[in-house]
């Protein structure tokens, strides 16, 4: 028997709280202990943003042309098309990282950072141009450390990108894979359907959006862009 306390950021207005228990291997949940509770208004939904676009590389063999141009055209286009939605006011200014900056430790950073101040009236969009590998069956997009060689520190997993979304505490998420072989996150994603991310999914607005599928390449050039 576990015990414990937990605080939570309640939506405004109603809200369902769910408490499910899952077997070791994250496989078999049990069935869900249900609160209902009406919480008071709160501050208005703000749309949060995060571009990362990474063309250059520790090994310059790895170049791509588009990705810190495509992430900065985004930044700047969604905080735009977003005003009328949300107002001025309600869009803080993106988080932008681009090349050197786009380091494995950098991007980690500033997303789980962003987690931790969202609430959950908010929408969390985050676009990632970079490459995208899958590596023993598994996606990963690289980062701007990457040699040649793909290893841990110089990329980032599908696991952690799903620990990444499930950790944030926005209830609405989109998150865009722009880089070769971006489906393959649906394996990772697949493989927690009956334990905590498809809970997240449910109950909330999570969606992965992804420019290739599992065996594709994506372009690096197309009227200008990635």
Known sequence: VAEGIVTLDAAPGANRIEVVAFNGGNQVRSAAG????????????????AAFGIGQYASPRANLRFPAKDARDI???????????????NIPPPVVLT??????????ERLAAIGRDLKPQDVLVVYIASHGVMDDGEYAMVTHEFDGRLSDSNSIGAGEIVRLARDAR???????LDTCHAGGIGRSLRGLMDAQVSVLARQAGVHMMAAANTAEQAKDGHKGNG
């Open 99 to 108: 090349d050197q900056a786009a380091t494995r430790r950098g991007i980690l």
């Open 34 to 49: 249900v609160l209902d509770l009406a919480a008071r208004e709160a501050a208005p939904a703000r749309l949060v943003g």
């Open 170 to 176: 926005a209830l609405k998420q989109i998150w865009v």
């Open 75 to 89: 930044a700047r286009d969604l905080a735009t098309a977003a005003r009328p939605l949300f107002g001025a006011g």
